[in-house]
């Protein structure tokens, strides 16, 4: 089990390293479970990725998204567009690993459930 976080800047063929993120559960209040920020390699190394705290229900990741576009040399005009970038997604089998890919350019993302 797990969630798994990966983050790729397409538009300059880099991984995300440095970005900033949090992992919040649902229910049965809104908290925070993870925190920090990707590696060298555009991987979120934290436990909650091998399984820690993982349970059926909602989660939501939040990438912090326009700061790391800034903190890497796009200029702001181009950064404006995106800020904090929230997903929802549920967990129905905590037995199973949750893997998510993001990728990303300036102007737009996509976030799924990778294997």
């Known amino acids: 089990g797990g969630i798994s976080i990966h983050g790729v800047d397409i538009a300059r063929g880099v991984a995300a390293a440095g970005l900033a993120v949090e992992v919040l559960a649902l229910a049965p209040q809104r908290r925070k479970i993870a925190a920090g920020r990707l590696g060298a390699d555009g991987l979120f190394?934290?436990?909650?990725?091998?399984?820690?705290?993982?349970?059926?229900?909602?989660y939501e990741v939040v990438f912090h998204l326009g700061d790391w576009l800034r903190?890497?040399?796009?200029?702001?005009?181009?950064?404006?567009?995106?800020?904090?970038?929230?997903f929802r997604f549920v967990v129905s089998a905590p037995e199973q690993h949750y893997h998510l890919p993001f990728k990303f350019t300036p102007w737009g993302i996509q976030l799924f459930r990778g294997v």
């Open 71 to 86: 903190t890497n040399g796009y200029p702001d005009r181009e950064t404006a567009f995106l800020d904090v970038v929230p």
């Open 45 to 58: 190394d934290h436990p909650i990725a091998r399984g820690a705290g993982v349970v059926a229900g909602g």
